[in-house]
């Protein structure tokens, strides 16, 4: 089992920055795969970013990349969402989640898995125009 907890959420204007950070406990050996999904209301559960935690390989929507950076400390076990030039679009909770390899499915290029064992309850973010 591998337990997540993210913090970080909050309220910020458009065009602000946040950094959320999610830390891993348990069975961490799990969770090569980390990756950040959102909720928006009345929407489905969208992935953000995934990264390989062992070689640092990382995968971004189409919609945050330039905008966003996922990163890792393996020696504290958390994975960060680095989130700047926010827009109001970017308003969710914000859920943090593991697994095995692979981060994410492959055949005909790639796209992301929304299968991942382990995940974390969420934060919210809200941007404000």
């Known amino acids: 089992q591998v337990q997540l907890v993210e913090s970080g959420g909050g309220s910020v204007q458009a065009g602000g920055s946040l950094r959320l950070s999610c830390a891993a406990s348990g069975e961490t050996s799990i969770n090569s795969c980390m990756g950040w999904f959102r909720q928006a209301p009345g929407k489905e559960r969208e992935a953000v970013a995934t990264?390989?935690?062992?070689?640092?390989?990382?995968f971004y929507a189409d919609s945050v990349k330039g905008r966003f950076t996922i990163s890792r400390d393996n020696a504290k076990n958390v994975v960060y969402l680095e989130m700047n030039s926010l827009k109001p679009e970017d308003t969710a909770i914000y859920y943090c989640?593991?697994?095995?390899?692979?981060?994410?499915?492959?055949?005909?290029?790639?796209?992301?898995?929304?299968?991942?064992?382990?995940w974390g309850q969420g934060t919210q973010v809200t941007v404000s125009s």
């Open positions: 989640a593991a697994d095995r390899p692979p981060c994410v499915a492959y055949g005909d290029g790639w796209s992301f898995r929304t299968d991942y064992a382990f």
């Open positions: 990264i390989y935690t062992a070689y640092g390989g990382t």
